[in-house]
């Protein structure tokens, strides 16, 4: 396991890759956009074949999976996704069952599992995300035996304070960058009052995927997920600095992107083409 000194020398090295000069992101970046799965959970019980081709159609080349598919047998799911023309590179799965599920994300042929969340019976206090952390550092370790990656996705609630120290801190400080890989959500990074440009200057060599919705202008922040922190809007159509976070993808070579939008005010497809149409003329500018 490396040291503490070891990784905090990985981190300058990442940060100084970002002072290099920008470069333009539509000729550099080859970076496939996919869709996390959850978006269209409206659709998937109705016509899941349908929905992965009308995903492909907009001209998605992913997709993450989300904890109710999975009551199709892996090698199924795997099948209806590659039939459609799509990859599975990532897949969630819930912090009550993780372990149990990584066998799923092997047949599934994912690269990567992702912890969905940490429970609210564990993110309520320091010593709960510490706990955590001992647990994703054991998945992590647990994942890497079976050729796997293990990442963990975040909410607002990580970034609630503890006498000075948010959980998303003792995360990142208390697990093996060996074995615990982030995936920032960029909405709710913004949405508990961070920046995640920040954010990804500091921890992208740490960055497993991203996680791209917007959010609404004018909108309080929050370090929980209730109602009143669902500001959700389509990439582009909201107050998130896209041409930054692209860029620093780019730079640090994230290996995938999923649009997700938990609530749409629009059909969940609708949204689906506006965000992707909006990306491509970030990636291009």
Request: proline residues 5%; glycine residues 8%.
């Amino acid at each position: 396991m490396p040291t503490r000194r070891e990784f905090v020398a990985g981190a300058a090295a990442g940060v100084a890759a970002c002072a290099l000069a920008p470069r333009a992101i539509g000729k550099k970046m080859d970076r496939p956009v996919g869709v996390q799965l959850y978006t269209v959970r409206s659709l998937v019980d109705k016509d899941f074949p349908g929905t992965l081709a009308a995903i492909r159609k907009i001209g998605y080349r992913t997709v993450e999976t989300y904890v109710a598919e999975y009551k199709m047998a892996a090698k199924d799911l795997r099948q209806a996704i590659l039939d459609a023309g799509l990859i599975v590179p990532s897949a969630h799965f819930g912090y009550n069952d993780f372990g149990a599920r990584l066998d799923y994300a092997k047949e599934l042929g994912a690269e990567c599992a992702v912890c969905s969340s940490v429970p609210e019976s564990v993110g309520n206090s320091a010593d709960g995300f510490k706990r955590a952390a001992d647990q994703y550092n054991a998945w992590g370790e647990q994942a890497q035996k079976m050729g796997l990656k293990f990442g963990f996705h975040d909410h607002d609630t990580e970034f609630k304070q503890f006498d000075g120290v948010t959980g998303f801190d003792i995360l990142m400080q208390s697990t093996d960058p060996q074995l615990v890989q982030w995936q920032m959500d960029c909405y709710w990074v913004t949405q508990a009052g961070r920046d995640p440009v920040e954010l990804f200057k500091k921890y992208g060599a740490r960055m497993q995927s991203l996680h791209l919705k917007d959010r609404k202008p004018n909108a309080p922040t929050s370090t929980d997920t209730g109602p009143g922190s669902q500001h959700f809007a389509e990439v582009g159509m909201g107050t998130l600095d896209w041409p930054s976070i692209l860029r620093l993808a780019e730079q640090f070579r994230v290996p995938n992107m999923y649009v997700e939008q938990d609530v749409t005010e629009r059909p969940p497809l609708e949204s689906l083409q506006i965000s992707y149409t909006n990306i491509e003329k970030f990636l291009k500018a």
